[in-house]
């Protein structure tokens, strides 16, 4: 069963030229899934394309088949989307808007009009699995970078998308935060969640199952890390090595 699937994606900014044209790819549910390449490749934007803040928030000309847990993003709003796939974007700063951790982690269930009942128990998991207990009432300004990234994440899944978007999500972190951010990911797979790691690091990502490589916008490889690490060619073109 895939959990993604796209085809002769093509995607233009509004008034620019394309930034990806003809890509297509398959996710399976429950893989752990790498978007790499080198900057300006159009990675993150074909993310926002995946959790419908394009064409929803951002415009521009956009084509091909598009299927997110069986939806096509540009048929629901925003909010029905993010329950399908949640992204969490490079700066953690940017995107915690709440002055406790426990709010923040209520955000988006109050969004959705979640019975408080509900709301509580949801956030009661989140607090136990991220590691938040005792840091439930702590302001996000006084948490690590490690830990501002993964209260992002479980920001992002507390409507429990089946779907998990990272633009980066080691970015900026010491090797322990990255080690937080790994362990945060692995344990999605693990619960069946499909993630999908927008990455130029390589190293940081040989976990994961598949990676696909775009160049210029198109689909330069996709397949498993260590058939790709082969092809030295390849990522030195890239500048992925």
Same mark, same amino acid.
């Given at each position: 069963?895939?959990? &993604?699937?796209?085809?002769?994606? =093509?995607?233009?900014?509004?008034?620019?030229?394309?930034? #990806?044209?003809?890509?297509?790819?398959?996710?399976?549910? +429950?893989?752990?899934?790498?978007?790499?390449?080198?900057?300006?490749?159009?990675? =993150? =934007?074909?993310? %926002?394309? #995946?959790?419908?803040?394009?064409? @929803?928030?951002?415009k521009g000309s956009l084509s091909g088949q598009i299927s997110v847990v069986d939806v096509d993003?540009?048929?629901?709003?925003?909010?029905?989307?993010?329950?399908?796939? +949640?992204?969490?974007?490079?700066?953690?700063?940017?995107?915690?808007?709440?002055? =406790? &951790?426990?709010?923040?982690?209520?955000?988006?269930?109050?969004? @959705?009009?979640?019975?408080?009942?509900?709301? %509580?128990? *949801? &956030?009661?998991?989140?607090?136990?699995?991220?590691?938040?207990?005792?840091?439930?009432?702590?302001?996000?300004?006084?948490?690590?970078?490690?830990?501002?990234?993964?209260?992002?994440?479980?920001?992002?899944? /507390?409507? /429990?998308?089946?779907?998990?978007?990272?633009?980066?999500?080691?970015?900026?972190?010491?090797?322990?935060?990255?080690?937080?951010? %790994?362990?945060?990911?692995? *344990?999605?797979?693990?619960?069946?969640?499909?993630?999908?790691?927008?990455? @130029?690091?390589?190293?940081?990502?040989?976990?994961?199952?598949?990676?696909?490589?775009?160049?210029?916008?198109?689909?330069?490889?996709?397949?498993?890390?260590?058939?790709?690490?082969?092809?030295?060619?390849?990522?030195?073109?890239?500048?992925? &090595?």
């Amino acid at each position: 069963m895939n959990a &993604v699937d796209v085809s002769n994606l =093509t995607f233009a900014y509004k008034g620019g030229e394309n930034v #990806l044209r003809d890509v297509g790819f398959s996710i399976f549910a +429950g893989e752990i899934f790498v978007i790499a390449g080198p900057s300006g490749s159009g990675k =993150t =934007t074909l993310c %926002r394309i #995946l959790c419908g803040i394009i064409p @929803h928030a951002v415009k521009g000309s956009l084509s091909g088949q598009i299927s997110v847990v069986d939806v096509d993003p540009r048929d629901v709003g925003l909010p029905q989307t993010a329950l399908r796939a +949640g992204m969490v974007f490079q700066d953690a700063d940017a995107q915690i808007i709440c002055t =406790t &951790v426990e709010d923040e982690l209520a955000f988006a269930l109050e969004n @959705h009009c979640r019975p408080p009942e509900t709301i %509580r128990r *949801r &956030v009661d998991e989140l607090l136990s699995e991220f590691g938040f207990e005792n840091l439930r009432h702590t302001n996000p300004a006084q948490l690590s970078g490690g830990q501002k990234k993964l209260l992002t994440i479980a920001a992002v899944l /507390s409507p /429990s998308p089946p779907v998990l978007i990272l633009d980066e999500p080691m970015s900026g972190l010491d090797i322990y935060g990255c080690e937080l951010v %790994r362990a945060a990911i692995e *344990r999605q797979r693990s619960q069946g969640r499909t993630v999908i790691i927008v990455e @130029h690091n390589l190293k940081l990502v040989a976990f994961a199952d598949r990676w696909l490589l775009l160049n210029n916008g198109e689909t330069a490889v996709c397949g498993k890390p260590s058939d790709i690490l082969r092809d030295e060619t390849l990522l030195k073109e890239l500048s992925l &090595v």
